[in-house]
């Protein structure tokens, strides 16, 4: 049908010369161009308001254009030294996000007590004080039993400063342990990177204006990741006048553009990290004023040889030598070549590209190297090499993030009494981390790390731990591998709350759905991030008239709860919200949840419009000016500026030998009476000795056999994902060919064609693909795009809930597409607690449907 | 009088979709219908060559404002709805259009009726019809309520945000309303209402690559005047004829 009917009418416009047939009109053909002036139009007449995006995790600082109360456009904030006034696709989905159709307009309840995937929660709408009553009813029952530890709460989607008021309180002044972050689902194992080497267990920055080699690895910053809007600004001038390399199984967008693709074999990444370093040392590319030189100037880096230690003299690193003989001697690009499939003269190009460009590298490793079974190392492994080029905190290169000064709000410990003081340390958390197998060892400390995804587990192994469960903005439902497990999970907790904008598959299993606010357009909180070296705070605030009965969960709901409590007799929450928070300017406290919002908000942006001493950033002038210019961006941060020892890891310095990770490691095996070889073990690493203390090669662990799951399964986030709610607007549908090989209005497999023509498969077949954890049906596409032996799709539609375009059919519970958490097992990288979601940990079969 | 024009930089260009996305906020075009995209401003996607020597390339996409526009010759009725102004601008009259879809299926840009293939990126359009007799913004007319009386419908949250659709930019109109009505096609106005306000047409605001430069070419000092004489430039369909005024530089993959 493609062209066809207009090619005839072209073929009629030639043949017929004055006359073309269109339906049954027949019309005359003139030939000129006919020019006259246009009648006068004038732009839409509006305000920009200034708030914040958070439809990823870099938490754009943005405006939006308000036409008669109407959220309308979206732009980034001109002030922003960050996101330089532009937003990426997702900000621009702001207003349809908005708008919603399927927005949850007023509290509702279950009446169906059946609770299952398909089963119809037969919600009916209440109102928001007999939602409340009934949610502080359950509360106090526990209250009363002593068993307050049998509240939970699952966060997701927060704002950075009031999420203390929820998060932060509630779990503290009513009492329980049982309080998770959703962090570990999508990215905390890449932060043991960066982390375990240089102390620094956190998102990093990159000096993309100054850098002259960027590389991409596990990572596609034009896409998702961090800095999307940055990232997409200066790529252009990258490009132009350096080099990009995209490390990624896949052709990402950024791979698209990139001068290098390396599309590794999935979960390889240490190997590939491992050759550069390797071709890196025994070529003398390192950074020397970083890393330091042997002593008498001559490389004694020679493939497969030991190096005496004593002959090389260290600046701000720690343990090069040691590195390469535990590790690196033998990693040759030929040796890499087998395990990464990557053609050794490539490692080697790539290798050289990037040592010629020292220092002004940024290796920009994401969730595609960590976050699989073993990815603690990888993650050290790729991030060492910033380390080894001495692009750490320099010019052009890898630099950790900035901050901006914000107030904590007012202590608590005087509300905490004693029926919430056992409460809260009574029993472990149910997400099992710090046990044996689960070091989740963030910040180096075993079992500070939360396990998101294993909260399921736990509620399975123990479904009286939970009786009362509040959530807000997360659906682990659809966003958690192997969801299944959660619907299982919240099947049995006998009453559940969720506060959300849309009814999700987490939705279908409440008890009581309160109806969030959606926070870009409607909440009023402070939000702090980084990036391109400026720390920044956000102000997000109501831009337009809120449509809908709604209230923002982690202030006017705390509020009106606390006060619900306080009636039946509970009084420490209210008592400690109107009584401790006052608003810096008058000192008044507040009298309602609005002013708790706007006070509270006040408290945590004070310092920086209401600064002791004056800033190095932004100057605001108060208040009012702060809410009108939306932001603050701090002073640049300063190169160099962990160098002279000031790293925050054991040895104070940059560790190839990482002393962090093995006290770390060391402090959990003595916690469990055990060696740190047992440890990782019984945890799934295969480094022993001293190999665990290195970046380092782990071969990837797969589930499934390749005979009977041939293709390695490569997960992705969309480009206009914003945090897997973004499916229900058409847009997100009617763009997702702008996600590289993607169909609009569709969700394909991607399978190269070679593999399609050994199995009979073409574009357009609808297939089955399965794995060991379960199955999903949807279109394949054939596509050059990805390794024979290698299989990739989005991440982002299959919902079978959320709204009228999400879901294939919300009232019977059919997917749009497939959801690829369906097929990827329920697995952890154990030292971070992150969960397994990428590394082709994931073996799959794809047959005809 | 100036000729105005638009260099998009393939180079700077990374496929984000955020042209796309800005023109239909500002310009209010409904959702794909009908065999319609209603895409002012789309994209062409291309993946080629063997693994791993892949590329995939995306071309952004609008309409050309040719100089000798097919559209135009083609547009039947006196005076004729789709004109160009003194500027170069091609624009339409919905006033004086019979939606007899000639300029669509004489624009080499255009589809009469777009099919499954124009959701990968192989085919386009850059004029949209509007059928006849049925609102042009079907997805706001829908009363249907996923949770009876719990969740919203699409004509109640229109209703409540009090506009046309809830999100709709409110320009004012000259010969393009800010809402179109059925039965007459639509096309992209290098935002007239703005650009002749001074303001930069929202595809080019809001690209965050800075791919975007639109102005006067015959303005020797302008930057669009300036990157074409700098830069190898290339048309779509130069062979057509149609002289277009949108130009593409650079290459969008350096390994292309």
């Known amino acids: 049908m493609k062209l066809t009917r207009r090619e005839f009418l072209r073929v009629s416009v030639v043949t ?129 039993d002593h068993e307050t530890h049998k509240l939970g709460y699952l966060r997701g989607r927060y704002s950075s400063t009031s999420n203390a008021l929820l998060y932060g309180t509630l779990p503290k002044i009513f009492g329980t342990p049982q309080y998770f972050s959703h962090s570990a689902l999508c990215a905390e194992a890449e932060k043991m990177g960066p982390g375990l080497t240089q102390g620094y267990f956190g998102y990093r920055d990159y000096d993309l204006a100054n850098t002259m080699c960027l590389v991409a690895w596990g990572a596609d910053p034009l896409a998702s990741n961090r800095m999307v809007p940055n990232t997409i600004n200066r790529f252009g001038e990258i490009l132009a006048r350096g080099t990009v390399i995209a490390v990624d199984p896949r052709l990402s967008t950024s791979a698209a553009k990139a001068h290098e693709w390396l599309p590794l074999k999935p979960g390889t990444d240490g190997a590939l990290a491992g050759a550069i370093a390797h071709v890196l040392l025994v070529e003398g590319m390192w950074g020397k004023e970083f890393v330091g030189d042997f002593k008498d100037g001559k490389n004694l880096f020679v493939a497969g040889k030991l190096v005496d230690e004593a002959a090389f003299s260290e600046k701000e690193t720690h343990g090069v030598v040691k590195w390469w003989n535990i590790e690196l001697k033998d990693r040759t690009p030929a040796w890499a070549e087998k395990e990464t499939l990557i053609p050794a003269e490539q490692i080697m190009r790539v290798a050289r590209a990037m040592g010629k460009a020292a220092p002004k590298v940024a290796v920009w490793m994401g969730p595609g190297v960590a976050m699989n079974p073993r990815g603690t190392y990888a993650a050290m492994a790729v991030h060492a090499l910033n380390g080894l080029l001495g692009s750490v905190d320099t010019e052009g290169g890898m630099l950790q993030g900035s901050g901006v000064p914000t107030a904590h709000f007012p202590k608590l410990d005087a509300y905490v009494d004693k029926i919430a003081k056992d409460g809260g340390h009574h029993g472990k958390k149910i997400d099992g981390r710090g046990e044996k197998n689960m070091p989740a060892m963030m910040g180096a400390k075993p079992g500070s790390g939360v396990v998101t995804n294993n909260v399921a587990n736990g509620i399975l192994k123990d479904p009286g731990a939970i009786k009362v469960l509040l959530a807000t903005w997360n659906n682990f439902n659809f966003s958690a591998t192997d969801p299944k497990r959660w619907d299982r999970a919240l099947a049995k907790v006998p009453f559940f709350v969720h506060m959300v904008t849309n009814a999700s598959e987490m939705t279908q299993f409440a008890d009581v759905v309160l109806p969030a606010t959606f926070n870009s357009s409607e909440g009023f909180s402070v939000i702090t991030n980084m990036g391109n070296r400026h720390g920044y705070a956000s ?11 709604v209230k923002q969960e982690e202030t006017e709901v705390m509020w009106l709860l606390a006060a619900k409590l306080k009636a039946k007799g509970f009084s420490n929450l209210f008592d400690y919200y109107s009584k401790e928070f006052k608003d810096p300017e008058t000192g008044k406290t507040p009298t309602n949840e609005h002013e708790f919002a706007e006070i509270a908000a006040k408290i945590s942006s004070a310092p920086m419009w209401m600064p002791k001493q004056a800033l190095k950033g932004d100057k605001l002038e108060g208040w009012a000016d702060f809410r009108k210019k939306g932001m603050y961006n701090s002073e640049a941060y300063p190169f160099k500026k962990n160098w002279g020892g000031k790293f925050k890891t054991v040895s104070h310095k940059f560790e190839f030998y990482s002393e962090t990770a093995k006290k770390g490691l060391a402090d959990h095996a003595s916690k469990h009476k055990t060696t740190v070889d047992d440890i990782l073990a019984v945890s799934g690493y295969v480094a022993r000795g001293e190999q665990a203390f290195v970046p380092h090669y782990e071969p990837p662990k797969r589930h499934g056999s390749v005979a009977e799951y041939p293709f390695d399964f490569i997960d992705y986030k969309s480009r ?49 693909i399965s794995s060991v954890a379960g199955a999903i049906v949807t279109k394949l596409k054939l596509w050059e795009g990805v390794r024979p032996g290698t299989v ?40 971070s607690g992150a969960t397994a979601r990428n590394g082709g940990f994931t073996g799959v079969k794809v047959q005809k449907a | ?28 075009t409904s959702n794909r219908a009908n065999g319609q995209s209603h895409n002012w401003a789309d994209f062409v996607l291309k993946t080629e060559g063997r693994f791993p020597n892949t590329v995939h390339l995306v071309m952004p996409v609008l309409c050309n404002h040719c100089s000798n526009a097919p559209c135009v010759e083609n547009c039947p009725v006196t005076p004729k709805a789709m ?24 624009c080499p840009y255009s589809n009469l009726e777009l099919d499954e293939t124009s959701l990968s990126g192989e085919t386009y359009s850059v004029i949209s019809f509007n059928a006849k007799d049925r609102t042009t913004q079907p997805f706001w007319a829908d009363t249907a309520e996923m949770i009876p009386g719990c969740t919203a419908s699409a004509v109640e949250t229109t209703k409540r945000a009090g506009a046309a659709s809830p999100a709709m930019n409110q320009f004012a109109a000259g010969d393009v309303q800010a809402i179109r009505k059925p039965g007459v096609v639509e096309k992209c106005t290098l935002c007239y209402h703005r650009t002749s306000n001074g303001m930069q047409p929202a595809c080019v605001e809001a690209c965050p690559s800075k791919a975007r430069i639109f102005g006067d070419q015959d303005d020797s000092n302008s930057a669009i005047a300036k990157v074409l004489r700098a830069q190898k430039s290339m048309r779509l369909q130069e062979d057509k004829g149609t002289r277009p005024n949108v130009h593409y530089v650079g290459k969008y993959s350096a390994r292309a």
Request: proline fraction near 6%; aromatic fraction near 6%; hydrophobic fraction near 35%.
């Open chain 1, 16 to 144: 017929a010369g004055s006359i073309i047939v269109v339906g049954c009109v027949s019309l005359p053909v003139t030939s000129a161009m006919e020019v006259r002036k246009a009648r006068p139009a004038g732009p839409a007449k509006g305000v920009w308001t200034s708030t914040a995006c958070q439809g990823c995790t870099q938490w754009c600082a943005i405006q939006i254009f308000v036409e008669d109360g109407r959220a309308v456009r979206v732009r980034g904030n001109p002030l922003s030294k960050t996101n330089h006034g532009y937003v990426c696709p997702r900000g621009h989905l702001i207003p349809q996000q908005t708008y919603d159709p399927d927005r949850i307009k007023v509290p509702m309840k279950r009446t169906n007590p059946l609770k299952g995937r398909g089963i119809d929660p037969k919600f009916v709408p209440i109102s928001w004080d007999e939602a409340l009553d009934t949610v502080a009813d359950k509360m106090m029952a526990l209250r009363r």
């Open chain 2, 83 to 106: 004109f160009k102004t003194p500027e170069g601008v091609t624009m339409h009259d919905q006033s004086l259009c019979i939606g007899c879809q000639a300029c669509q299926a004489s």
């Open chain 1, 539 to 549: 102000i997000q605030q109501p831009v337009g008239k809120r449509l809908w009965d």
């Open chain 1, 720 to 768: 206009l994902n914003r945090e897997g709610r973004s499916q229900n607007l058409p847009w997100y549908q009617e763009f997702k060919k702008v996600d590289a090989g993607d169909d609009s209005w569709g969700d394909v497999l991607k399978m190269n064609p070679a593999d399609g023509a050994k199995l009979g498969l073409k574009t357009g077949d609808t297939i089955k």
């Open chain 2, 1 to 28: 009088m100036p000729k105005l024009g638009m260099v998009i930089d393939l180079q700077r260009c990374v496929g984000c979709g955020v042209c796309a996305l800005a023109c239909k906020a500002e310009n209010n």
């Open chain 1, 792 to 831: 990739a799709k989005c991440y982002g539609q299959g919902h079978w809930a959320y709204g009228r375009v999400a879901a294939g059919n919300y009232a019977k519970a059919e997917p749009r597409g497939g959801n690829n958490n369906d097929i990827l097992v329920d697995d952890y990288d154990r030292l």
